[in-house]
């Protein structure tokens, strides 16, 4: 999985190096690109350079050959190739992705990119009939399909990273539903909260991440293949059957719009950049609380770093890289809006530029994502010192002026009455709950010995019992609530897959 992710991050350099070297095994290339029929001279190489896209779509090898696998068996299905072509297409393909997943094909920047790439392969293998297989169809059409099937794949795989953090921060929300912390405004000690309940915040905003991310899939998923060039073709294909066999819902309707849409790219990174935002909120104040200011928790060593020079330092690197990513991810966003903002319809090359930035973002996502669970998964949590932290700030005023609001007195009148009483504590060095009777009696008549018991910071989190409180009553309700959306999401996870096998 780790060498699997380092060679994502691979530099370009590197792959165009790389890709003009040759294997023995699988050569894609011959001098005459397939393109080629109209030019009377080679492409030069700086062009080649420029113009290629291998280096980084090949990872989308899976998609084009079940795109082209699908587009075959439509094509003899309709009568427009032969079906023993279609046999012999299948067959090579097969061959191809088995060769490509064993490690035995060496791509070729020659052939451009991955679609070309793959049918230079299949022409060595079969012939005339790998050559029919572009009947009806344009590369415009094929990238359109591959990268909308890739995009509906990630969508699943980041979904279930986000499933996972759920399901940690469900687990050490129950651990820790009496943990009374300070809950901050302005970064400000505010009012009693628990810790059960920040944590499930963050959980309904994954959530949230999780349903918006599927909703990205439900609109992206029209199939784009049979829309050709831009026009369509004059060849009596069925679009319905190619889009039923690869999972689309239905065909798109316009080929203009099917070549030339990548609006599902962007509302994917922004749905990913929403994600990093909540991520970066995360670890931002994971940082604050295993300070030494808070000392709320600790990180698991497994999940933190140490100093060249500070022998004492013990350094939280995963959240802070993680909050350092979340602009990378933004960057991949706004890079596609602005190559997408100027272009008329349909295609232009300037939408070869879609892919770089997804896959940055894919690759960023799925590599913060499980290391971050992993991390709250492991953190030793200490509510001694959120207690403690609590204890100090004054997070009971609001409870106070409540008391006295309760008493008969306007929440007005009790404000001022309690600002009064936390400034002469505050040049007394005392807590509310630390003043007498009497010297809250001076301020209001309407004090009575069961004030201190409605200034316990336990108290005063219990009785917090509205509907999204932090009450024990409500955050069991709520930690319940992710668990049932997980499990939910898990079974519909389940049953796709199963109808997806039966299919």
């Not at 050559?131 to 980041?158: C, G, P, W």
């Not at 140490?306 to 802070?320: H, L």
Request: net charge negative; proline share 3%; with cysteine.
């Amino acid at each position: 999985m780790r060498v699997s992710r380092a060679i994502r991050f691979l530099t370009p350099i590197w792959h165009i190096w790389h890709l003009r070297k040759k294997t023995e095994l699988e050569r894609c290339a011959n001098s005459l690109k397939l393109w080629g029929g109209r030019f009377g001279k080679e492409t030069d190489e700086l062009v080649n350079e420029l113009n290629q896209s291998i280096s980084f779509d090949q990872r989308l090898y899976q998609e084009d050959i079940q795109g082209s696998l699908a587009h075959a068996a439509m094509l003899a299905e309709c009568g427009i190739i032969p079906k023993k072509d279609a046999a012999a297409i299948a067959k090579g393909l097969h061959e191809i992705l088995e060769a490509v997943e064993d490690g035995e094909v060496e791509f070729t920047a020659e052939n451009e990119d991955i679609h070309m790439n793959v049918e230079a392969l299949l022409t060595a293998r079969t012939g005339d009939a790998g050559k029919r297989l572009h009947t009806a169809r344009s590369r415009n059409d094929q990238v359109a399909l591959d990268f909308r099937m890739y995009v509906r794949k990630e969508i699943s795989v980041i979904c279930g990273h986000l499933l996972e953090m759920e399901s940690v921060l469900c687990r050490q929300a129950r651990k820790y539903q009496n943990a009374v912390m300070p809950g901050y405004t302005h970064l400000q000690r505010a009012q009693p909260i628990s810790f059960a309940q920040h944590l499930m915040a963050y959980a309904q905003m994954f959530s949230r991440d999780v349903t918006r991310l599927e909703d990205c899939g439900k609109r992206l998923n029209e199939c784009p293949l049979g829309s050709g060039a831009l026009a369509g073709t004059t060849y009596p294909i069925d679009r319905w059957q190619t889009a039923k066999a690869l999972g689309f819902e239905v065909p798109m309707s316009n080929s203009l719009d099917g070549v030339s849409d990548r609006d599902y790219a962007l509302e994917f990174l922004s749905g990913l950049s929403i994600l990093m935002m909540h991520l970066s909120r995360f670890a931002e104040e994971v940082i604050l609380w295993c300070s030494w200011e808070f000392k709320f928790i600790d990180l698991d060593d497994a999940y933190a770093t140490g100093s060249s020079i500070m022998p004492q330092k013990k350094n939280p690197d995963v959240a802070e890289l993680v909050r350092g990513k979340t602009g990378r991810v933004y960057g991949d966003l706004m890079s596609l809006l602005t190559v997408m903002k100027g272009l008329p319809l349909a295609y232009n090359k300037d939408m070869q530029e879609d892919k770089e930035p997804v896959f940055d973002a894919v690759d960023t996502v799925t590599l913060c994502l499980p290391v971050f669970a992993a991390m709250l998964d492991t953190m030793t949590v200490l509510p001694e010192n959120m207690r403690r932290a609590a204890g100090r700030g004054f997070i009971n005023a609001t409870d106070c002026a409540d008391y006295l609001t309760k008493k008969g007195m306007p929440f007005r009148d009790a404000y001022t009455a309690v600002g009064k009483l936390v400034a002469s504590c505050g040049a007394a060095g005392k807590t509310l709950e630390e003043l007498s009777l009497e010297e809250l009696k001076a301020v209001s008549p309407l004090f009575e010995a069961d004030v201190y018991e409605a200034l316990n910071l336990e108290n005063c989190m219990a009785l917090r019992s509205s509907y999204g409180g932090p009450a024990v009553s409500e955050t069991s309700r709520q930690i319940q609530e992710i668990e049932d959306f997980v499990n939910m999401k898990h079974k519909e996870r389940g049953d796709k897959a199963a109808e997806q096998e039966d299919e």
